[in-house]
């Protein structure tokens, strides 16, 4: 999976996530308050683009809905490739993302496992490891 590919999935999973929470009236305890920020940003990005409008509002009224994620991600990689001042803003929002839920201690939801998608790709990991 290529870097924008992947900071999409991250993205649509991020985007999923907050739409649950809101559902679920848990966005107070998520201990990353982005989500909202990065919904409002994709949603300034995609403005009067009826397609990925659609796909952002799909995703945010049916988070469960593995065609619209779909749909997203593509969406989303694709204004990404386009614009790569949004890129950068998309992957800043991401890594506060994955900074927050270090601190919070990665929490994860019975639901964002239901929705999960699985590649069977090569994975690269680079950086400083610390196990327990």
Known sequence: MDPVTAVA???VALVVKGALETAGQEAGRSGWAGGAR????IRARFRGNADAEGALDRVTGSPEDENAQQELERQLAAHMLL????ETEIRRLVDEAVAAQGRSGAQISAALIKNAQVFNGKVEVQGDWTTS
């Open 9 to 11: 999935a991250a993205g």
């Open 38 to 41: 990065l919904i409002e940003r």
């Open 83 to 86: 614009d790569s001042g949004f």
